[in-house]
């Protein structure tokens, strides 16, 4: 019984171990392809990365605002609801700026491009493969990794870098506006008070942080999609792995890195 | 001798249902030999076909083209260059392009063209397969304007080695004759090596080939 545990266990840990080494040889052949670009392929990627920048950042836009306007405003009412116990009002703005910019902003917009994109990006792998139009466009000359890859994951480091500066932009306003409802606040106090709260360590991470997300969620969700080999039923199951595997990386490395920069 | 486009050697490929399709199979085509496929579904013609492109993986064996095995995972130098018309039964073109944008795209991807020349050959090219009022609809799968614009991409390319498979749900009379002519005018190149499956049609283009018994008989061959 115990080695039967066992067995299954080190099966599981194989198995880990196997996706991330193909995940990462896929990586590994999307940069090498980058660098190996010609003109006018580089000209096709650059429309391919446009077509996804539109997608994932521009059409998302709506949705992004209006969340981070609430949970700004949710947030500051929870943390005003802490600090006015102590008597400490006056550090609002700093913690509100902290906890967007170094935790929330990066966070909800990787979930949010997981729920839009990332499924759209898994859906449409696994049916243009079962369709045999990847077969064909491979036979062709056009090579899958430069043409599909790589565009998605250069549209997704851009469109999470700007879809985060949005809603940190947007959150901090809404947070500004429960607080001055509420309390004698001046949009100079407030500004001044998030100047002081915003370092270099917060730049930093949110440009880590978009980085890796906006290369790891495309780069799953395709690998994922991939995966499909005969069925349209594996169909939804591929995209369910691709959203819990993103979505469970997003948090993992989320944390690694705040980690790495805070601790 | 001279070395073939393309040999299989040695090839076992199984069905997904696992009924075997081909035993062991040895057979090469040399460069500028024409060869035509009868035989309807499930004979043989398309898995041949698939394998000669890449696209399925022998079960055992090796296939090299022009002197390179073809490696799933990897971009053959062959196919990487443009020089592989692959014409599928439902021509295989992307449903988010335009006609005009699925020819154009590995013109440009994989020949360098700027998208104007790129543009240029394409529209020639889809003119000859009766599309020239179609460019910029989109491909609706299955439909004879798929396969037509596929030819198209084949030629537009000026591919050395072509797969032609048969025509989804068939093509009309106008149709069947604008590829033939489109056909014809490719086979003038004596460089230009085919294996066509299907379509009675296009039996005047090449050599007869039989498919049958896990095998394949070049030459009329029992």
Not at chain 2, 10 to 29: C, K, N, Q
Request: net charge positive; with cysteine; aromatic share 6%.
């Amino acid at each position: 019984m115990p080695e039967q545990l066992a067995c299954r266990l080190g099966a599981k840990v194989r198995r880990a171990f196997a996706q991330l080494g193909s995940i990462s040889w896929l990586l590994g052949k999307c940069v090498r392809g980058l660098f190996r670009l010609r003109r006018e392929p580089f000209r096709v990627v650059l429309e391919v990365t446009r077509t996804q920048i539109r997608f994932t950042a521009l059409d998302a836009l709506p949705i992004c605002c209006l969340t981070a306007l609430l949970l700004g405003g949710i947030t500051l009412l929870q943390v005003f609801g802490q600090l006015s116990g102590y008597g400490v009002e006056s550090y609002l703005s700093q913690v509100l700026a902290q906890l967007v910019i170094r935790e929330l902003g990066p966070l909800m917009v990787g979930m949010l491009v997981i729920s839009r994109s990332g499924t759209a990006m898994a859906t449409e792998m696994a049916s243009r493969k079962l369709s045999g139009e990847l077969d064909a466009l491979s036979a062709n000359g056009v090579d899958l990794v430069q043409y599909l890859l790589l565009p998605r994951i250069l549209g997704g480091i851009v469109s999470v870098f700007s879809l985060v500066i949005v809603f940190d932009a947007v959150a901090l306003l809404g947070g500004f506006v429960v607080a001055w409802l509420r309390l004698p606040l001046s949009l100079a106090f407030f500004l001044d008070a998030l100047g002081q709260a915003i370092g270099h360590r917060e730049l930093t991470a949110t440009f880590t942080k978009c980085l890796a997300f906006g290369t790891a969620i495309p780069l799953l969700c395709t690998a994922y999609g991939l995966r499909v080999k005969r069925s349209a039923t594996e169909l939804p199951q591929a995209v369910t792995k691709a959203c819990v595997i993103s979505l469970l990386v997003l948090l993992l490395a989320g944390a690694l890195l705040s980690v790495l920069i805070y601790a | 001798m001279p070395e073939p486009l393309l040999a299989l050697e040695a090839v076992t490929l199984v069905s997904p249902e696992g009924r075997p399709v081909f035993r062991a199979l040895d057979w090469r085509l040399g460069r500028g030999a024409r060869f035509h496929a009868h035989g309807g579904a499930g004979g043989g013609g398309t898995a041949l076909l698939r394998l000669c492109a890449g696209i399925a993986e022998p079960d055992s064996g090796r296939i090299v083209l022009d002197g390179t095995p073809l490696e799933a995972g990897t971009l053959h130098p062959f196919l990487a260059r443009g020089a592989l018309g692959w014409v599928p039964s439902d021509g295989g073109l992307a449903v988010n392009l335009s006609l005009l944008d699925n020819v154009t795209l590995p013109l440009r991807f994989a020949l360098g063209l700027g998208r104007r020349d790129a543009e240029r050959t394409a529209l020639a090219w889809l003119e000859k397969a009766g599309l020239g009022q179609q460019l910029h609809e989109r491909p609706a799968p299955g439909h004879r304007e798929c396969w037509m614009a596929s030819l198209a991409r084949a030629a537009a390319k000026g591919s050395r080695l072509w797969l032609v498979d048969r025509p989804l749900g068939g093509l009309d009379a106008a149709s069947i004759q604008a590829a033939e002519e489109l056909l014809s005018e490719v086979a003038r190149d004596p460089g230009v090596t085919m294996l066509l499956v299907g379509g009675a049609w296009m039996s005047s283009l090449g050599q007869d080939l039989k498919i049958g018994n896990g095998r394949v008989f070049s030459g009329g061959e029992p």
